[in-house]
């Protein structure tokens, strides 16, 4: 069987992604102080098959992706791409206010909040 430049591009594409998703995978497994086994145990897998994720082995199906998202936090759009969403708070929000300004943001904010309720 001849393998053609595309399939070997495509096979070298898929090998970097779950190499560099398994990288972001320990750095969420070792950031909320999880042990592999248990990572494993969240993502209802052996540790065998959750240790070769780590290494880019194999990656992760739709299904394990939503648990590592539900159990772990994992944020599956960083998980996959390597880019993080910027992390919005109320400090910052008004931090970066004009100061005329504020007492609106902030009325704006409890308003926004209520709704929530």
Known sequence: MIIT???CEAKLK???LYKEMGE???????KLNYTQEQAAELLDMS???YGKVERGINGLS?????LAHERMGVDISYLL???????ITFEGLLQDCPREKRYEMEQLIKYAMSLVK
């Open 24 to 30: 972001r995978l320990r750095e969420y497994r070792k």
């Open 81 to 87: 791409t390597g880019e993080k969403k910027p992390e």
């Open 14 to 16: 898929k090998r970097e």
């Open 47 to 49: 540790l065998t098959y």
């Open 62 to 66: 739709i299904e394990k992706l939503l």
């Open 5 to 7: 430049r595309m399939e």
